[in-house]
């Protein structure tokens, strides 16, 4: 009987010295609920909804591998020419273009990712002149190739599916290549990139070194942070108090493209090799603008070369366009017949890119045996081609 009321007094006594560390736990366990309780709320009331709207943009949002992307389900009124449109335009059809996108923030429906039995699948990438920027989607030279094949007498249906993205260069469709694309199984692939990838007016930073950037412990832990509404809205203030006090701009910034020539020579090279180990066949597009010199521009150049050097089939359509802009007499005056606003191209423009795309592959898709085992063409077997739409 001593030793159990001796055991009872023990147990009281530990109880007594845990009772701080209880009080403790319990108010974390409470303090941390509150913290989510209120970011809920912070949420709910949109107070940084803003924010991540416009971060980067309304139309795209950050990817760690990408560096950013066409926002998912996307349904918005966009201008076409940001720098000179305003508010009040915004009902003017001219100025604006109506944007939507699929659950990959593509100008598609959704469609299974796996392919289609008997379906050729034909997957164009390349940047927003691929996208479609400022025609409806029907007016884009992705939609019409499909119609254009369509009509064709083919041995097997046809599938095309626009993969291009407003602002993307060769190095993230390198990427896109890699980490999607090759698993959607496409039997071709087109491929059109080199605007974005010198950038007339520079970039901060090349594509490459904002990738690595993106891929550090810093960078992957600020962006689970700013998932929390506090730490997003603590973290603006801080910003904006700092950006207050000093005001400096980058001047280097000026000379830097996003992606130099050698890597835009290795960024073809590896969409080729992965078209090659799926056994797709690429195709390059080479891409016009109206300032543009086709002898003078090097990434021009490049793509030739790089068709040449691993016999890919090559559809010469900045040649087409600057011959057609000689020919007709078009001024820098905006819109003319083919761009927009010097890059992207009018409906007529994406005609032209479609008929000559179309011309490249009607003779490969009669030829090509379907599927992936025996009896299969591969890329390697397809030789040099090149559409010069003369």
């Known amino acids: 009987m001593v030793y159990y009321e001796a055991s009872i007094e023990e147990l009281k006594g530990q109880m007594k010295n845990r009772r701080p560390s209880i009080f403790i736990l319990v108010m974390i366990i409470f303090g941390c609920g509150l913290v989510i309780l209120t970011d809920m709320l912070l949420g709910a009331v949109g107070i940084n909804r803003e924010y991540r709207l416009t971060n980067p943009d309304r139309m795209h949002r950050k990817d760690r591998h990408l560096l950013f992307i066409e926002r998912s389900y996307l349904d918005l009124q966009v201008p076409i020419m940001p720098t000179i449109v305003f508010d009040q335009d915004k009902r003017e059809p001219l100025y604006y273009w109506h944007v939507k996108t699929n659950k990959w923030g593509m100008n598609e429906d959704d469609f299974a990712e796996e392919k289609p039995d008997h379906v050729r699948r034909i997957i164009c990438l390349g940047d927003s002149c691929t996208f479609g920027w400022g025609v409806s989607r029907e007016q ?12 064709s007498s083919l041995p097997v249906p046809v599938e095309v599916l626009n993969a291009g993205h407003t602002g993307f260069t060769s190095f993230q469709g390198r990427v896109l290549m890699e980490r999607y694309i090759r698993f959607w199984q496409p039997d071709f692939v087109t491929f059109c990139f080199g605007a974005n990838d010198h950038l007339i007016h520079g970039a901060a930073q090349t594509d490459k070194e904002a990738y690595h950037k ?7 832990a600020l962006s689970f942070l700013e998932k929390s509404n506090w730490f997003l809205l603590m973290a603006r203030s801080i910003r904006k108090i700092s950006s207050a006090k000093t005001q400096t701009v980058s001047k280097h910034s000026e ?3 996003r992606v130099a020539v050698q890597d835009f020579a290795e960024n073809l090279l590896a969409m080729v090799s992965v078209c090659r180990q799926i056994r797709a066949v690429p195709i390059f597009l080479t891409q ?4 543009q010199q086709p002898g003078d521009d090097v990434y021009y150049q490049t793509m030739l070369a790089r ?6 089939v090559l559809v010469d359509c900045a040649q087409q366009f600057h011959r057609l802009k000689q020919e007709w007499g078009l001024s820098l005056m905006m819109p003319n017949r083919l761009y927009i606003d010097g890059i992207h191209p009018q409906a007529e423009g994406h005609h032209i890119v479609a008929g000559m795309t179309a011309e490249a592959l009607k003779p490969l898709l009669t030829t090509r045996q379907q599927g992936s085992g025996q009896g299969d063409i591969g890329a390697e077997e397809i030789g040099e081609q090149i559409i010069s739409g003369q």
């Not at 884009?140 to 009509?151: I, K, S």
């Open 140 to 151: 884009g030279y992705v939609r019409l190739l499909h119609q254009e094949l369509a009509r």
């Open 214 to 220: 993106n891929q550090t412990f810093q960078y992957r």
């Open 255 to 257: 000379h830097i493209n």
């Open 288 to 291: 016009p603008y109206f300032q």
């Open 307 to 312: 068709a040449a050097r691993e016999s890919v």
